[in-house]
C-alpha cells in the first residue's frame, strides 16, 4: 500500500511515520488490494493533534479522523475508524452480493416487524464526511453527529440526486 503523508503546523518525525505504517499493517492484510493507498494527514490545531486519513481503493474512499492529546493516540483511533468502516463495507458488499446471486423468494403475506437493531458510537463527522460514508454503504439515508453543533443530523438522498439534511431544533 502507498502511503502518502502530509503536515499542517507540525514537523512530522520518521517515528510518527514509522508508527503509522506499523499500524496500517493489519489494514493492508484486511484489505487485500494491491492497487489500494492512503493520504494521511497529521495537523496540530491548539491542544489537538489531528490524523486525518482518506483510503482510496478502486471503488470506494474511505475517510477517518481522530483528533486527541497525542499524536500516536490519534493514529490509534484513525486507524479504527478505518478499519471499522472498510469491514462495514466488506460486509454490506458481500451482502449485496449474496442477495444478487440468490434467486427471488415468492411473495408470502408479511406481518411488518422489527428484524434488526443496529448499535453504533455517533462520532462527530462534518456533512461532506457524513455524504462519503453514506455513500460507500449505499444507504438512502445516513444518521450522524454534526461535528460543529455536536447535534444528531438525518442525511438523505433526494430523488433528484441531491442531499437533504435534517437538523432538529
Given amino acids: 500500500?502507498?502511503?502518502?503523508?502530509?503536515s499542517r503546523n507540525v514537523e512530522l518525525s520518521d517515528a510518527m511515520k514509522s508508527y503509522?505504517?506499523?499500524?496500517?499493517?493489519?489494514?493492508?492484510?484486511?484489505?487485500e488490494d494491491p492497487a489500494a493507498d492512503i493520504?494521511?494527514?497529521?495537523e496540530k490545531e491548539r491542544e489537538s493533534n489531528i490524523v486525518e486519513a482518506t483510503l482510496k481503493l478502486r471503488s470506494i474512499i474511505i475517510r477517518a479522523k481522530e483528533a486527541t492529546t497525542d499524536f500516536y493516540a490519534s493514529i490509534d483511533g484513525c486507524i479504527e475508524i478505518l478499519e471499522k468502516?472498510?469491514?462495514?463495507?466488506?460486509?454490506?458488499?458481500?451482502?449485496?452480493?449474496?442477495e444478487k446471486?440468490?434467486?427471488?423468494?415468492?411473495?408470502?403475506?408479511?406481518?411488518?416487524?422489527?428484524?434488526?437493531v443496529k448499535k453504533f458510537v455517533l462520532s462527530?463527522?462534518?456533512v461532506?464526511?457524513?455524504?462519503?460514508?453514506?455513500?460507500?454503504?449505499?444507504?438512502?439515508?445516513f444518521?450522524?453527529?454534526?461535528?460543529?453543533?455536536?447535534?444528531?443530523?438525518?442525511?438523505?438522498?433526494?430523488?433528484?440526486?441531491?442531499?437533504?439534511?435534517?437538523?432538529?431544533?
Fill in 39 to 42: 493520504e494521511v494527514k497529521f
Fill in 1 to 6: 500500500m502507498k502511503i502518502q503523508y502530509k
Fill in 20 to 31: 503509522f505504517e506499523k499500524k496500517v499493517e493489519k489494514l493492508e492484510r484486511l484489505i
Fill in 143 to 169: 444518521v450522524f453527529r454534526n461535528v460543529d453543533d455536536g447535534q444528531i443530523n438525518v442525511l438523505y438522498k433526494r430523488e433528484d440526486g441531491n442531499y437533504g439534511l435534517i437538523i432538529p431544533q
Fill in 124 to 126: 462527530p463527522i462534518d
Fill in 101 to 116: 446471486v440468490q434467486p427471488a423468494q415468492p411473495e408470502v403475506e408479511k406481518e411488518e416487524k422489527v428484524v434488526k
Fill in 128 to 141: 461532506n464526511e457524513a455524504i462519503v460514508e453514506m455513500e460507500m454503504l449505499g444507504h438512502e439515508f
Fill in 85 to 98: 468502516r472498510f469491514k462495514r463495507f466488506k460486509e454490506r458488499y458481500t451482502t449485496l452480493k449474496r
